[in-house]
Nanobody
Framework: QLQLVESGGDLVQPGGSLRLSCAAS????????IGWFRQAPGKEREGVSC????????YYADSVKGRFTLSRDHAKNTVYLQMNSLKPEDTGVYYC???????????????????WGQGTLVTVSS
């Protein structure tokens, strides 16, 4: 059974940092495109950072460039999202997703991804 489990969401003050984790089971993340998406209340789900398997090219939304970093731990079959200099507008539920690389048309499009975690809540507030 393919499963993704996110963790690491929390309440943090503006300017703070968090690291989100996404652990996969039942398949190897090395064989899939991986994306971090977020959804704020009343807004559509948006791509934050996405990575095609075995590629060094990583997509970052303009709003997070220079602040967020996606990385993979191949041995642990886990993907991380390091988030620094957090802003209130970063608040939302963060999801990780996996997609079959050959079917990805637009790397930041959530509809191109097949498997989703349950989400983890990030709240940036003073």
């Amino acid at each position: 059974q393919l499963q993704l489990v996110e963790s690491g969401g929390d309440l943090v003050q503006p300017g703070g940092s968090l690291r989100l984790s996404c652990a996969a089971s039942g398949f190897s993340l090395d064989d899939y495109a991986i994306g971090w998406f977020r959804q704020a209340p009343g807004k559509e789900r948006e791509g934050v950072s996405c990575s095609i398997s075995k590629s060094e090219n990583i997509y970052y939304a303009d709003s997070v460039k220079g602040r967020f970093t996606l990385s993979r731990d191949h041995a642990k079959n886990t993907v991380y999202l390091q988030m620094n200099s957090l802003k209130p507008e970063d608040t939302g539920v963060y999801y990780c997703a996996a997609g079959v690389t050959s079917t990805i048309v637009l790397i930041s499009n959530p509809y191109d991804y097949d498997y989703w975690g349950q989400g983890t809540l990030v709240t940036v507030s003073s």
